[in-house]
């Protein structure tokens, strides 16, 4: 496909079209800190940043950015106090109801990347609802992680290999890297390029561990609501400005257009 100006209207000037990262992942964090902050409860933080993911989906939209991949909720999370654990429920249906119609209109496809069977019913409904809607959608690809745990992901894809091989539908050799990845929830997607992570903290909180093997990580001291154009157009502008050697010699995104 040839890109012209048109696709990218309103790339700043200083960002290669042709290597922008396909996939960007992004540990949304510093919510409570941001909320605390300003002198408002940690929930705030949320609401908040639920604004920023809306503006960086846009942003991917405006720029051609094929897939954007957030961890909206952990394995962990559960353990946070019951009233903030069912606010992001609520903030979750919430956002789904108020802005799916926009998703479909603008071209995303929405998928959510975890174990879904703890959720409320009718949030579990609507995000079944919006899959399913937003299935042909090629514009952007939407993953969002909610109770996502990366160590129990890799856990249930050996299990599912394991039946595969007891059934006899692949042979033990069978199993190798291209296996173990169509076992995984990130099936059929390609590896993020760039995971931004925000609020000073630089660790990857189980969040993809075998998608993110090569991927460029980007730490900023910004918390996650105050992560906006500007802070993701710096961060584009440093992943541009990396060699990515994925083990072999120097090659640089500019200059190959990944
Ligand atoms: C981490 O900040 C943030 C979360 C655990 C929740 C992220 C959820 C949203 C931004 C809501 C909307 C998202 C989508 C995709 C619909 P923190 O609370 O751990 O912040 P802290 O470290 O400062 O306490």
Redesign the pocket.
């Known amino acids: 496909m040839t890109l012209t100006s048109d696709d990218y209207f309103s790339l700043p000037a200083d960002l290669h079209p042709q290597a922008l990262p396909a996939h960007v992942a992004v540990i949304?964090?510093?919510?409570?800190?941001?909320a605390t902050r300003q002198g408002l409860p940690?929930v705030a933080?949320?609401r908040q940043?639920?604004k920023?993911?809306k503006d960086l989906l846009r942003c991917c939209n405006d720029w051609g950015i094929g897939a954007l991949t957030?961890y909206?909720?952990?394995t962990e999370?559960w353990r946070r106090p019951m009233e903030e654990v069912n606010f992001?429920m609520r903030?979750?249906d919430r956002?789904l109801r108020r802005e799916l119609a926009e998703m479909q209109q603008e071209g995303v496809r929405i998928q959510f990347l975890g174990d879904l069977s703890p959720l409320p019913e009718r949030l579990r409904s609507l995000m079944a609802e919006a899959m399913a809607l937003t299935r042909p959608n090629q514009r952007v690809q939407f993953n969002?992680a909610v109770n996502y745990g990366g160590r129990e992901e890799l856990v249930n894809a050996a299990r599912n290999l394991a039946h595969q091989v007891m059934s006899g539908t692949i042979s033990l050799d069978g199993i190798d890297e291209a296996a173990l990845g169509r076992a995984l929830l990130t099936e059929g997607l390609s590896d993020p390029d760039l995971l931004i992570r925000t609020?000073g903290e630089q660790r990857l909180s189980n969040f993809l561990p075998w998608q993110l093997a090569y991927t460029e990580l980007y730490f900023t001291d910004q918390?996650?609501p105050e992560f906006d154009r500007a802070a993701f157009h710096q961060a584009l502008h440093w992943y541009q400005s990396r060699q990515r050697r994925f083990g072999g010699l120097a090659r640089s995104p500019i200059a190959h257009g990944f």
């Open positions: 949304m964090d510093g919510n409570g800190r941001w940690r933080g949320h940043g639920a920023t993911v957030v909206a909720f952990s999370n992001l903030l979750f956002l969002v609020s918390l996650w």
